[in-house]
């Protein structure tokens, strides 16, 4: 055995041995967590990055990990993608479920998982296991048990931030039938969103807009079940209002792609409330309650990701003996969601003339008013269910998500995509997805 190989051998030896007390399926404190997330870092340095998108109320560090083999830097077609748990403190699964996720895709990666290293090299992964750290904090350190049902849900200041984004869903209700329904934050911006965002909330709006994401979603607890836009009714009933989005049928087939992986969501008889009957394990938000200001549906409606939201079980704060159950049921569910981000169909948009990207342009599904804005670097991913659809790319850039705030009257800048004369369209068959490679290619000269 040369030198090498002992060294090597010892290292991994240290690196294992250290990693144990972190690596445990259990609760991890804030302080935890970060030195968790370090430690996969080290240990897979090549494929993964670990950054800070802002700070809570308590200045703690809003930590994200990133997972693939181009950390930090786009790639022509390569998706990007994301998980966010914690968002209300005192639902933890989610976030020790991510710590695991991220540790056993990196040393899957290492010891030569092909199915994990076809993922992280078609894919830029994000990580955000807590959204609110101060909450997490409040719960965890909670004196006696059982930990009252609600304590550490919100963040340092009292505020739910699943309510606390800015209110899309009213504007979207507004639009008359057929006119675009995406991009709505520039309207917001337009309008001068008065509203007082918590810094977390803020952070986590501003890393939406940055990053190109495509698919996402928002981890909790409290139920078992996939929940899938719209979140808010628009005639303000507080239950049972299916609330249909554009993109009904896509978001169904993303729910159970989640739902139907897990050990036992898509079953009968699992939802916590013995009144709730969710289908097949998924349930449209407003269908279930209406959540107004939620971060599922700004992602639909103010970028081009396509988020849903997971509860993960009926107890909020399980007991640590209980998380490698979690983790059995979730782990393939985690998965399958995550290679569902290269289905749909994606390409590049040029202009015709220079051949430069077509920024900003839109790229339009024939009888869907959802568009999906063309990115800096002339790409596009269009999440859509298998099916037969007819696609094709508008100029139309005045909704560009590239912050351009364009000084016109609002009115004037809704597009009919019944009507639209700009489009010239072509048909294409999305097959069953089945992750990455997937995804139809279809390019655009305009
Ligand atoms: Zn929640």
Same mark, same amino acid.
Request: proline share 0%.
């Given at each position: 055995m040369g030198r090498g190989i002992i060294v090597l051998c010892l290292s991994l030896f240290v690196e294992l041995a250290m990693g144990q007390s972190y690596l445990d399926m259990r609760h991890h404190s804030y302080r935890e967590m970060k030195e968790y997330l370090q430690l996969v870092n080290n240990i897979c340095p090549e494929q993964s990055r670990l950054y800070s998108i802002g700070k809570s109320v308590q200045g703690r560090d809003l930590l994200v990990l990133e997972l693939g083999t181009s950390p930090g830097q786009d790639q022509l077609l390569k998706p990007n993608f994301k998980y966010v748990a914690n968002m209300h403190g005192n639902e933890v699964v989610g976030k020790e479920l991510l710590l695991w996720l991220a540790h056993y895709m990196c040393q899957e990666y290492r010891n030569g998982n092909e199915e994990i290293q076809l993922l992280m090299n078609t894919t830029r992964i994000h990580f955000l296991p807590s959204m609110n750290p101060d909450g997490y904090e409040a719960a965890l350190n909670y004196p006696r048990e059982p930990k009252p049902y609600t304590y550490g849900r919100a963040n340092a200041n009292g505020q739910d931030l699943n309510r606390n984004f800015p209110d899309l869903d009213a504007t979207a209700c507004q639009i008359p039938n057929g006119q675009r329904t995406d991009h709505l934050s520039v309207l917001t911006k337009r309008a001068g969103d008065n509203e007082e965002r918590q810094p977390e909330t803020e952070a986590v709006m501003n890393w939406i807009l940055r990053h190109k994401f495509v698919l996402s979603a928002n981890l909790h607890g409290g139920d078992l079940v996939a929940n899938y836009p719209y979140d808010a009714s628009c005639n303000g009933q507080e239950m049972g209002h299916y609330q249909k989005s554009p993109d009904d049928s896509t978001f169904r087939y993303l729910a159970s792609s989640y739902s139907t992986a897990h /050990?036992?969501?898509?079953?009968?008889? @699992?939802?916590?409330?013995?009144g709730e009957k969710f289908k097949n394990g998924i349930t449209n938000g407003a269908d279930w309650y209406s959540v107004p200001g939620g971060m599922q549906d700004f992602n639909y409606l103010a970028s081009n990701c396509f988020e849903i939201t997971l509860e993960l079980g009926c107890d909020k704060f399980p007991k640590e003996e209980t998380l490698p159950q979690y983790w059995q049921e979730n782990k393939n569910a985690l998965l399958n969601f995550m290679s569902k981000v290269h289905c749909g169909i994606h390409g590049l948009v040029i202009? /015709? @003339?220079?051949? /430069?990207p077509a920024s900003g342009a839109v790229v339009v599904v024939k009888g869907n008013s959802h568009g999906i804005t063309v990115t800096k670097n002339g790409e596009y991913f269009r999440l859509l269910a298998p099916g037969d659809y007819e696609i094709g790319v508008s100029l139309d850039s005045n909704f560009a998500d590239d912050q351009e705030l364009v000084d016109k009257n609002i009115q004037e800048t809704f597009w009919d995509s019944a009507n639209s004369t700009k489009c010239k369209f072509f048909s294409v068959t999305v097959p069953e997805c089945k992750g990455p490679g997937y995804a139809v290619r279809k390019d655009f000269k305009i």
């Open positions: /050990a036992r969501m898509s079953k009968k008889g @699992q939802a916590c409330d013995a202009d /015709a @003339q220079t051949g /430069a």
